[in-house]
């Protein structure tokens, strides 16, 4: 059996696991990064490459950063804040939607949502909103506000990765020229339309979430603390063309400055480490490199270009790209969709002359769309409505 062949039966091996998840995507990412070097696709050195690609040094050290905001209480503390200034149920809505927005956009979107799940159900029990009302503009803020920034979802990341692979990036904010209108839409949508058709079922409370979790004993220079090293860290990879530091060495440095500066403690910055990510990302940049070294990928374009025809408008391919991500994301997770479609599509894009930067943003906007059924976020599954 030739390499391609193998390569697409890894491929669709991948597909059908990712949308099932009968094993962990992690597991999964593996699976198919050491059966390419058990077949001889690849070599060891390459299908473990992305391991210690400078994105998934990213992840790791934002993830620190992101839990030290998490850990010490600011993000709470933030959220009550925000969200105490409105007077109405839909002024609420609106408040919860902007800050979830905003602080998914720097943080782990997951992450934000199951921090600020609890402090929402808190503040439904204590004003007397149904928290079904609330919860539901929550997680969608969540995915939303993941498109504001390249470090917003694991997915802005995976294709950060294959573009540096030909020689291009993205900037620092240029996801939000997509992702701004987006939240914006959504906001507003909530305020009006949606605020009707929001669900509102009596649930009884079963204890699920911590809404009374006590941060009185964390002292207040660690939660500030963490807040200037979030900032610090946040405007150094926004300037990194000025500095001439890597996003991944700012990144870096803020999390060895919050585990130095005692405000995280070195176990809870490994337990902040979301594993499944960074065996999701690693693992299938293999199947990517695979995708490229076979030919298989070209084979793919080969077959979906012939499928739009003679002289395929660019336009039209990234709208099918967008398309096809957005309805395969809410069947299987957000991430697993962006990692599968950013190899492939990024050898539709060379290979009928598209800008791959364009279509490569296609598919990481489309498959964050992830609102039609609770599978495609991790946020989502865990709310309780």
């Known amino acids: 059996m030739n390499p391609s062949t193998i390569t697409l039966l890894f491929l669709l091996f991948a597909v059908v696991m990712f949308v099932f998840e009968k094993i962990p995507l992690g597991v999964t990412s593996m699976i198919v990064c050491t059966g390419l070097v058990v077949t001889g696709v690849l070599d060891v050195k390459t299908a473990f490459s992305g391991f210690i690609d400078s994105n998934v040094i990213l992840f790791v050290a934002m993830f620190i950063v992101g839990g030290a905001l998490f850990e010490t209480g600011m993000a709470n503390k933030i959220g009550g804040i925000v969200t105490k200034f409105a007077k109405t149920e839909r002024m609420l809505i609106i408040a919860i939607m ?8 720097v943080l782990s979107n997951t992450g934000t949502a199951a921090v600020l799940i609890p402090v929402v159900i808190g503040i439904a029990a204590k004003s007397g909103y149904r928290r079904s009302r609330l919860l539901m503009p929550l997680v969608f803020a969540a995915a939303m506000g993941g498109n504001l920034s390249l470090i917003g979802a694991p997915g802005n990341l995976i294709a950060q990765s294959a573009l540096q692979e030909i020689g291009l990036s993205f900037g620092f904010f240029e996801y939000a020229i997509v992702g701004l209108p987006i939240l914006a839409c959504g906001i507003l949508f909530y305020a009006t339309i949606g605020y009707r058709l ?9 204890g699920a979430f911590d809404t009374g979790k006590n941060f009185d004993n964390i002292p207040a220079w660690k939660q500030w603390l963490s807040l200037i090293i979030l900032v610090f ?7 990194e063309d000025k500095i001439g530091i890597k996003l991944s060495i700012s990144g870096c440095i803020g999390a060895l400055a ?17 594993l499944k990510t960074i065996f999701l990302f690693g693992g299938t940049l293999s199947l990517a490199s695979a995708l490229s070294a076979t030919g298989a990928g070209e084979m793919i374009a080969g077959k979906v270009i012939g499928a739009l025809g003679e002289n395929p408008s ?15 994301t809410n069947f299987m997770s957000n991430t697993a969709t962006t990692a599968l479609m950013v190899p492939i599509c990024l050898s539709i894009a060379q290979g009928m002359g598209a800008d791959p930067r364009a279509v490569l943003m296609a598919c990481v906007i489309g498959g964050s769309c992830a609102y039609a059924t609770p599978i495609g976020m991790p946020g989502c599954r865990c709310r309780r409505i």
């Open 314 to 328: 660019p336009m039209v391919l990234t709208f099918v790209v967008f398309i096809l991500c957005a309805l395969l």
């Open 98 to 105: 902007l800050i979830v927005g905003l602080m998914s956009g």
């Open 198 to 206: 929001l669900p509102s079922h009596e649930v009884k409370d079963d």
């Open 233 to 239: 860290t946040l405007l150094a990879m926004i300037f």
């Open 258 to 274: 919050l585990i130095l500066t005692g405000v995280i403690s070195e176990k809870d910055a490994l337990k902040s480490i979301d």
